[in-house]
């Protein structure tokens, strides 16, 4: 089973960038659905973006033209990179993928039990 360690969270101010990873160790990410959740303790978790096998992307309306997400398959690495942050971004993001099945954000929210997870790294974004 493909394991997870999200690195990259941290403390930022609105406006600005950080670039999360999603080291991957196991098997190949580019076997995966790879995405990205994000959950805090006020609201219902959010399926923020994922990549699917094939290269095609998903994001989020909330997160739409802000966040890229992208594959490298030799570092077997998944890069959220996160621009213009706002307060309401502030959350524990999670990595999780997905050997079959669909792969979209609704995915994510729905059927998350159906994902392997990393531990998640913690953003706050401060006004």
């Known amino acids: 089973q493909v394991k997870l360690a999200e690195t990259g969270g941290g403390s930022v101010q609105a406006g600005g960038s950080l670039r999360l990873s999603c080291a991957a160790s196991?098997?190949?990410?580019?076997?995966?659905?790879i995405g990205w959740i994000r959950q805090t303790s006020t609201k219902e978790a959010e399926g923020v973006a994922v990549i699917a096998r094939d290269g095609s992307v998903e994001y989020a309306d909330s997160v739409k033209e802000r966040f890229t997400i992208s594959a490298d398959n030799a570092e077997n690495t998944v890069y959220p990179q996160m621009n213009g942050l706002k307060p309401e971004d502030s959350a524990m993001y999670l990595c999780a993928a997905r050997l079959g099945g669909p792969c979209n954000t609704a995915m994510l929210e729905d059927r998350l039990y159906y994902f392997t997870r990393g531990q998640g790294t913690q953003v706050t974004v401060s006004s």
């Open positions: 196991g098997y190949p990410i580019n076997r995966y659905c």
